[in-house]
């Protein structure tokens, strides 16, 4: 009976532990007058949303050396980019923040590639 009952113990473990196999990462550069737009109007929100639990939202700064799980993501020195990435790969991109209204949208669009895998 204690195995089957560790058995349903890790179960559960492995259910409530968070699984984030997507991130939004955000290519980003100080001075950047279209990010701090991005930050007044979406970056509270994002974590809070749909779209933010199935690809967290992850902060690189063009200047600084590119993590090492990014190496196969290409930097473009427009900011904000805003890349989604799988498993290290790159599923989709959006050069620039087009507003709030337009934003929501493409990201959905963006999201939509992670389900046709």
């Excluded at 749909?50 to 900011?79: N, S």
Aim: negative net charge; proline residues 9%.
């Amino acid at each position: 009976m204690s195995s089957v009952y560790a058995a349903a113990l890790a179960f559960l473990l492995v259910l409530s532990a968070p699984v984030t196999a997507a991130e939004m990462v955000m290519f980003e550069q100080p001075g950047c007058f279209w990010c701090k737009r991005f930050n007044e109007e979406i970056a509270p929100a994002w974590p809070k949303t749909e779209q933010g639990r199935r690809a967290p939202l992850r902060r690189v700064d063009i200047h600084e050396p590119l993590p090492e799980d990014l190496a196969g993501i290409p930097v473009e020195r427009f900011t904000p980019t805003f890349v989604l990435v799988e498993e290290g790969r790159e599923i989709a991109r959006l050069r620039g923040y087009p507003g709030d209204q337009f934003f929501w949208a493409l990201v959905d669009e963006m999201l939509a590639k992670l389900d046709e895998k």
